[in-house]
């Protein structure tokens, strides 16, 4: 079985290489790196294109040969396959599958868009031309103050909410909502989009994740999980 | 059972009353209308949050009680509970459950992002100034040129050769893929982002899914599904 990662920067690929240092399965890990100048600057190399026509990462290659590539069924297959002690698939009660799925969905399908467009407005603003750049600053803050802005701190809000009183999303252990839910929470953090002083709970689960030695192993491999080129 | 709509507009709800159509299971519906002025026009109206903090829809009441609101969740949750005779979990082969999560995830996670990025181009242009609206009109189509043009054409490219020669992206009867994939695809239908007509196979899975009783049952008992409201 293979990973295929890309970056220096802001992989999406820590949380799979985090659930398989959890796992504790052997694995190849191909590194590739993003284009550093030119147009496409910042995105995926072509060569991730021979692989899967999507060319993005991460790319699991299954011990079978099979390609996958969205991350929550990278992280579906890997627990289903190899969790056989079944320590990452919830702890009972309400940390079921119906919760796995509707906060694996959230990272990805709620979360995600309103953190792209975050990253858009962030972009947009320092990509413009020094003379127009106080006006379009001016109109990107106008939306976020109306829309991204307060999306974004409501979704806070409401995980803030569903952790409750638990160590992870999915109970005593990570489960898949867990890995899933890492990155659009170490985006918002890592840009500067909250301040997660206001979220006791959820600053407490990001320190309990990233002391796991998993989580530390994943970094190590990775070649780079820096998000600090938007930062402002 | 019960499923909370909400609209006229463009409501993701939709694809889940298609769903609970073709599972033929007894539901009732509350139907909700979006804000129609002021500075929340066409968003969701207040009450959605008392049933969940996130106050979006559709959000599914469960037999028990519970509340789903996302609807990759909703659709894995209806079709384990009540499609007894495997119907809609694809019908072997590669049409296996991996694959439904690739292309779910792939529906939420990857066309979200980049189709919320294109209708906020859209929108951007029709709320800017009529004196600044040249200039931002030229921004934005810059961005969609250079970025999500080029995107959310691979993405189509890539489903139409995922679906192949099938029927439905899960065989011969839809799966949650194709529910899923539904919306993001008569997104990009109509809000005029792409021509079908390019895209031959794409074409005859959107005319088949439109073309069933269930998807016309639903069709009829939501309150609108007309996405022209950002046409140009």
Same mark, same amino acid.
């Given at each position: 079985?293979?990973?295929t990662?890309r970056?220096?920067?802001? *992989?999406?690929?820590?949380?799979?290489?985090?659930?398989?240092?959890e796992?504790?399965i052997p694995?190849n890990?191909?590194l590739?790196?993003?284009h550093? *100048?030119?147009?496409?600057?910042?995105r995926?190399?072509?060569e991730?294109?021979?692989?899967?026509?999507?060319?993005k990462?991460?790319?699991?290659?299954?011990?079978?040969?099979?390609?996958?590539?969205?991350s929550?069924?990278?992280?579906?297959?890997?627990?289903t396959?190899?969790?056989?002690?079944?320590?990452?698939?919830?702890?009972?009660?309400?940390?079921?599958?119906?919760r796995?799925? *509707?906060l694996t969905?959230?990272?990805?399908?709620s979360?995600?868009?309103?953190?792209?467009?975050?990253?858009?407005?962030?972009?947009a603003?320092?990509?413009t031309?020094?003379?127009?750049?106080?006006?379009?600053?001016?109109m990107?803050?106008?939306?976020?103050?109306?829309?991204?802005?307060?999306?974004?701190?409501?979704?806070?809000?409401?995980?803030?909410?569903?952790?409750?009183?638990?160590?992870?999303?999915?109970?005593?252990?990570?489960?898949?909502?867990?890995?899933?839910l890492?990155?659009?929470?170490?985006?918002?953090?890592?840009?500067?989009?909250?301040?997660?002083?206001?979220?006791?709970?959820?600053?407490?689960?990001?320190?309990?994740?990233?002391a796991?030695?998993?989580?530390k192993?994943?970094?190590?491999?990775?070649?780079?999980?820096?998000?600090?080129?938007v930062k402002?």
């Amino acid at each position: 079985m293979s990973l295929t990662d890309r970056s220096t920067q802001n *992989s999406q690929s820590q949380r799979i290489l985090w659930l398989l240092e959890e796992l504790e399965i052997p694995y190849n890990l191909s590194l590739h790196y993003r284009h550093k *100048s030119g147009p496409r600057k910042g995105r995926a190399p072509p060569e991730l294109a021979e692989s899967h026509p999507m060319g993005k990462a991460p790319q699991l290659v299954t011990a079978d040969g099979r390609v996958i590539a969205e991350s929550a069924a990278i992280a579906a297959y890997l627990i289903t396959t190899y969790d056989t002690a079944k320590k990452f698939q919830g702890d009972g009660g309400r940390n079921d599958w119906v919760r796995d799925e *509707s906060l694996t969905s959230f990272a990805g399908a709620s979360m995600g868009p309103i953190e792209t467009m975050k990253l858009f407005l962030d972009i947009a603003t320092l990509q413009t031309p020094l003379l127009l750049r106080p006006l379009v600053r001016w109109m990107m803050g106008a939306i976020d103050r109306a829309f991204t802005g307060p999306e974004l701190k409501q979704m806070l809000k409401y995980l803030e909410c569903e952790l409750g009183g638990q160590e992870y999303f999915m109970g005593k252990e990570p489960g898949r909502a867990d890995f899933m839910l890492s990155f659009p929470m170490d985006m918002a953090v890592e840009f500067g989009w909250v301040d997660l002083g206001e979220y006791e709970g959820l600053k407490g689960w990001r320190e309990r994740c990233q002391a796991r030695e998993a989580w530390k192993r994943g970094l190590e491999k990775g070649n780079g999980y820096d998000m600090g080129f938007v930062k402002k």
